[in-house]
């Protein structure tokens, strides 16, 4: 993307962190947001689709031949390796991402909940969202002068477009008076 | 019918429900496709997992193959449908209205409230397929403490170095075919 001058690092940021945020894939939900930026939504459509279809028909083929093999007990030793070292890899990703989750002990309080509703008592994905995320979210919730800070900044912003409106106005009604 | 109806309704709710990616939704989809629903057996379940770390692209789509598995090729074109198009839309949604909440507190509070959510549902993501493929009480001890080496393993190679993790799953495939085969 940075090769073909598509976006600048803060748009690229930007798309990352909405990536992130939202549910789903993070890397179709960036082709999603950066396809749009460039070509509206028949971009993001594109950039959806390209970002998936080459790898969904490569595991479709695998997926064909493992229908085909996997009674074979040599294609058997193979998937079981394969799959411990799968395990191994999601392991190294989850401490990479959560490295900094793990070692504070207000999110280990939002953390450890979590991981036994939904790994251990099979509580359903959607119930324990609905449970957790307010909680979660309360914890961290924004003290009063963060957000009078927020609030003023924001009436000085609009206070400031306003005023930039009226000057726009005035300017251009004098023109008009002029023009007259 | 019947099936492809279930396969709709399991995958485009998880689609939605994949805060911090695909890991997450990975307990709910091993439990609704292997105990509820009795699509695949557990160990089915990890395999094609690992079929989908070695294809490249986005991991998550192995649901083709389960897709595929339960209903041929209408059902694995329909769960490739319903599991990115609801998330896709989403992300496109919320890409409008994001700017207009910069620099809010609020904003701050969702995202660092919602990361210990997202680490502890992707530790019950490793959990779910471990239990399957890394610590099975079904198989024997010698079994067991083979694929635990190959976890831990793959996991401090790739704490510790780059390397490309689809390279790793093969090479952990071969040491499966190495260790195991005779069995």
Not at chain 1, 119 to 139: E, N, Q, Y
Request: charged share 10%; proline share 4%.
């Amino acid at each position: 993307m940075k090769r073909r001058q598509w976006l600048n690092d803060d748009q690229f940021l930007a798309a990352l962190e909405i990536g992130e945020t939202v549910p789903g894939l993070i890397s179709t939900n960036v082709s999603v947001i950066v396809g749009n930026r460039l070509r509206g939504v028949r971009g993001s459509i594109a950039a959806a689709i390209g970002m998936m279809l080459p790898g969904a028909i490569a595991v479709f083929v695998l997926g064909l031949l493992y229908a085909r093999f996997r009674s074979n007990t040599e294609v058997k030793a193979v998937l079981t390796g394969a799959s411990a070292a799968a395990v191994g890899l999601i392991l190294a990703v989850t401490l990479q991402i959560g490295h900094r989750e793990i070692s504070k002990w207000l999110d280990l309080a939002i953390l450890i909940p979590t991981f036994i509703l939904v790994g251990m008592l099979h509580i359903s994905l959607l119930a324990t969202l609905v449970m957790i995320a307010p909680i979660a979210i309360w914890i961290h919730r924004p003290d009063r002068a963060a957000l009078t800070d927020y609030h003023a900044r924001q009436a000085a912003y609009h206070a400031q477009l306003a005023a930039h409106h009226t000057a726009a106005a005035t300017a251009s009604g004098s023109q008009i008076e002029r023009a007259s | 019918m019947n099936k492809l109806s279930g396969l709709i309704n399991v995958f485009a709710l998880l689609s939605i429900l994949a805060v911090g990616g695909g890991t997450a939704v990975l307990p709910q989809m091993k439990h609704e496709v292997v105990s509820q629903h009795r699509w695949l057996s557990a160990n089915q379940f990890a395999d094609i997992y690992s079929l989908g770390q070695i294809a490249p692209g986005p991991n998550m789509n192995m649901v083709t193959v389960i897709g595929y598995r339960v209903a041929g090729l209408p059902g694995a074109l329909l769960v490739l449908l319903a599991f990115y198009l609801p998330s896709c839309t989403l992300a496109f949604a919320v890409s409008k209205i994001w700017d207009h909440f910069e620099g809010s507190p609020w904003r701050d509070a969702v995202q660092r409230g919602m990361a210990p959510i997202t680490v502890g549902l992707m530790l019950a993501g490793v959990y779910a397929l471990g239990r399957t493929a890394t610590f099975n009480l079904d198989h024997s001890t010698r079994h067991n403490l083979t694929t635990v080496m190959i976890t831990l393993i793959v996991t401090l190679i790739l704490l510790r170095w780059r390397i490309n993790p689809a390279l790793l799953i093969l090479v952990g495939g071969a040491v499966g075919w190495f260790t195991l085969r005779v069995m």
